[in-house]
């Protein structure tokens, strides 16, 4: 192999080796202080109504059978329970969590359960290792029914009455 072919190699090793450095600390980053928002949607953000805002409005009527909060079935946390007129709920290892998970899989900020209407919905927040309903990992923000096992990491949620 002539010079030039070896120092080609060592450049392309070199380059391959700083990627893999630089993408596992974007990992640790987002995993650390949460995924970036974009622009756009920060603009949506301040277009919603602030939350002393709602807070003076009259809360929605609760309906017979529907849910009033979420329990922690299994893992390392199991009985820990959020309500849910406190919507929306932050699920993960982080101290602004409304339900914090003592588990090695779970991200600071892993997932967000809120209301759409009547119905309820499980998000993952761009969590490392993902948000399972029954065995299937979610990429969109999924309705829930009471009863509905959500997996994060080894803990198992359910929404209860």
């Known amino acids: 192999m002539s010079e030039l072919t070896l120092f080609l190699i060592r450049l392309a090793y070199l380059a391959i080796l700083w990627i893999f450095v630089l993408s596992a600390i974007s990992v640790i980053r987002s995993d650390m202080f949460g995924a970036r ?46 309500e849910l007129d406190r919507a929306p709920i932050l699920i993960g290892r982080g101290s602004d969590a409304a339900i914090r998970l003592d588990d090695d899989y779970v991200s600071t900020r892993h997932a967000r359960i809120a209301a759409s209407g009547d119905d309820w919905f499980v998000e993952d927040l761009g969590s490392t290792n993902g948000t399972y309903i ?7 923000p999924t309705t829930i029914t009471l009863g509905t096992q959500v997996r994060i990491g080894k803990t198992i949620l359910e929404l209860r009455k």
């Open 37 to 82: 928002v974009p622009e756009g949607a920060r603009g949506q953000r301040a277009a919603t109504p602030s939350r002393s805002s709602r807070s003076k409005s009259k809360p929605p009527a609760k309906r017979r059978g529907s849910p009033t909060h979420v329990l922690v079935t299994e893992g390392a946390n199991a009985g820990e329970r959020a």
């Open 134 to 140: 029954g065995s299937a990992r979610i990429t969109q």
